[in-house]
T-cell receptor, first 112, second 114 residues
Framework: QKEVEQNSGPLSVPEGAIASLNCTYSDRGSQSFFWYRQYSGKSPELIMSIYSNGDKEDGRFTAQLNKASQYVSLLIRDSQPSDSATYLCAPQPNTNAGKSTFGDGTTLTVKP | GAGVSQSPRYKVAKRGQDVALRCDPISGHVSLFWYQQALGQGPEFLTYFQNEAQLDKSGLPSDRFFAERPEGSVSTLKIQRTQQEDSAVYLC????????????FGSGTRLTVV
């Protein structure tokens, strides 16, 4: 079992719809959780971080965290074609020498 | 600088050749990470520096891989006697020392071994 599991997709949604991206992780020591967006041929870009159970909203993006279930998700409201990318989930331990472990990502396509 | 700078952007190496990949992190970011990303997969951890100290090199796939950051700023990832399986994108990322900060990635170096 991989440390970080994401549905590989591809996930396809129509423009204006809600896209839901899910991630489960195995390391209970994970304390910080990050979502990165990676456009084809580009490097990952940090878009959301969440540290506490519950929801965190930033514009059209909402991250949800449930540490008991070891589950983190990303919701994208009013999806736009420009949101088409691969989304990487990356938990990180709360230590001074912590490194993020990345999932393989979910590829999202938003159709006009 | 304003962002993480990596060079070269692309590198083609003949099998058996040595290569050196450079990373210049964001000024003031003491944490520096190297990742390897194969097509269709997420980044895989290689090694981590805090200033000049290499705190974790557990992800380096073999003793042909070596990384250094002698003055706590620029880092170099060296691959000796390259093999075809080394072909990948090598990503460098830097981060604030404060725990729980995410990464800023460089543009990556795409290495192709022929």
């Amino acid at each position: 079992q991989k440390e970080v599991e994401q549905n590989s997709g591809p996930l396809s949604v129509p423009e204006g719809a809600i896209a839901s991206l899910n991630c489960t992780y195995s390391d209970r020591g994970s304390q910080s959780f990050f979502w990165y967006r990676q456009y084809s041929g580009k490097s990952p870009e940090l878009i959301m971080s969440i540290y506490s159970n519950g929801d965190k909203e930033d514009g059209r993006f909402t991250a949800q965290l449930n540490k008991a279930s070891q589950y983190v998700s990303l919701l994208i409201r009013d999806s736009q074609p420009s949101d088409s990318a691969t989304y990487l989930c990356a938990p990180q331990p709360n230590t001074n020498a912590g490194k993020s472990t990345f999932g393989d990502g979910t590829t999202l396509t938003v159709k006009p | 600088g304003a962002g993480v700078s990596q060079s070269p952007r692309y590198k083609v190496a003949k099998r058996g050749q040595d290569v050196a990949l450079r990373c210049d992190p964001i000024s003031g970011h003491v944490s520096l990470f190297w990742y390897q990303q194969a097509l269709g997969q997420g980044p895989e951890f290689l090694t981590y520096f805090q200033n000049e100290a290499q705190l974790d090199k557990s992800g380096l796939p073999s003793d042909r891989f070596f990384a250094e950051r002698p003055e706590g700023s620029v880092s170099t990832l060296k691959i000796q006697r390259t093999q075809q399986e080394d072909s990948a994108v090598y990503l460098c990322a830097s981060s604030s020392i404060r725990v729980g900060y995410g990464y800023t990635f460089g543009s990556g170096t795409r290495l192709t071994v022929v």
